[in-house]
């Protein structure tokens, strides 16, 4: 069974940092996406930042292409977040996710929701102006 965890969610002033993880357990074999969404309050979840563990590539949304820097950790398989800069839009509850090892095209629907199997529960990140 895959479980993801996050953690490092909090509340900062605009301008500040946070560095969000995800602890992966239950497989670690093949290549895959690993990948960032979020989700504000009325809004529909949005991909933010996608590692492909294979080649660790990375690929960004352009809103946050400078100041978000997504990583791995493989022996601790966990994923990172880290994001300076920070925006009041940028606040949203924060979601790590992965696929499932296949062929693909690097980043064709990488920010698709529906291509996800595994979902963590989740961390909150409040952006104060």
């Keep these: 069974q895959v479980q993801l965890v996050e953690s490092g969610g909090g509340s900062v002033q605009a301008g ?6 995800c602890a992966a357990s239950g497989y670690t074999y093949g290549n895959y996406y690993m990948t ?41 398989n966990t994923l990172y977040l880290q994001m300076n800069s920070l925006k009041p839009e940028d ?18 629907g990488a920010f698709d929701v529906s291509r996800y199997k595994y979902w963590g529960q989740g961390t909150q990140v409040t952006v104060s102006s």
């Design 16 to 21: 500040g940092s946070l560095r969000l993880s």
């Design 91 to 108: 606040a949203a509850t924060y979601y790590c996710a992965a696929d499932q090892p296949g062929p693909r095209t690097l980043w064709i």
């Design 36 to 76: 960032w969404f979020r989700q504000a309050p009325g809004k529909e979840r949005e991909g933010v930042a996608v590692i492909y563990t294979g080649s660790g590539r990375t690929y960004y949304r352009d809103s946050v292409k400078g100041r978000f820097t997504v990583s791995q950790d493989s022996p601790k």
